[in-house]
């Protein structure tokens, strides 16, 4: 349903792709309406998806279409899901065996957990390690 009092949210007000006039920031075509949730701040969201090859890009690598990867999006509030991180998520995480996918992480937590090979022995001593030479300001 189309309503002239819905307004598409900026990327910087909901961490996703689409710009306030309604066009799909890959290809520039509009973007239909497809629901209003609110989220935990009680602030009311309004979702609109493409159907575009670019956005439609994770149907091929992970078996999602938009509108879930914007539902995981909206879910995290556009923040990273790493819980000691509160940047905006920016990739889709997935392990790298099974290709399931797991949750949205900024690509700072992606690339660091991806350069460990997602080895939970090598991330807990890693956050050992720097426990121990943590030095205090």
């Not at 307004?7 to 909901?14: G, L």
């Not at 239909?32 to 670019?54: F, T």
């Not at 994770?58 to 990273?80: A, H, P, R, T």
């Amino acid at each position: 349903h189309e309503s002239p009092s819905l307004q598409n949210p900026s990327q910087e007000e909901t961490g996703r792709r689409y710009t306030k006039d309604s066009k799909c920031v890959f290809c520039g075509k509009p973007v239909r309406y497809v629901w209003s949730k609110e989220n935990k701040k009680g602030q009311v969201i309004d979702y609109y998806a493409c159907d575009c090859p670019q956005c439609n890009q994770f149907i091929l690598k992970y078996n999602l279409n938009s509108v879930e990867v914007d539902w995981m999006y909206f879910l995290q509030e556009g923040i990273c899901a790493n819980p000691g991180c509160t940047e905006k998520a920016g990739h889709i995480d997935h392990c790298h065996t099974t290709n399931k996918v797991r949750e949205v992480l900024c690509p700072k937590c992606n690339q660091a957990l991806g350069s460990l090979n997602e080895d939970p022995q090598r991330l807990a001593g890693l956050i050992q390690y720097v426990a121990n030479h943590y030095e205090a300001l």
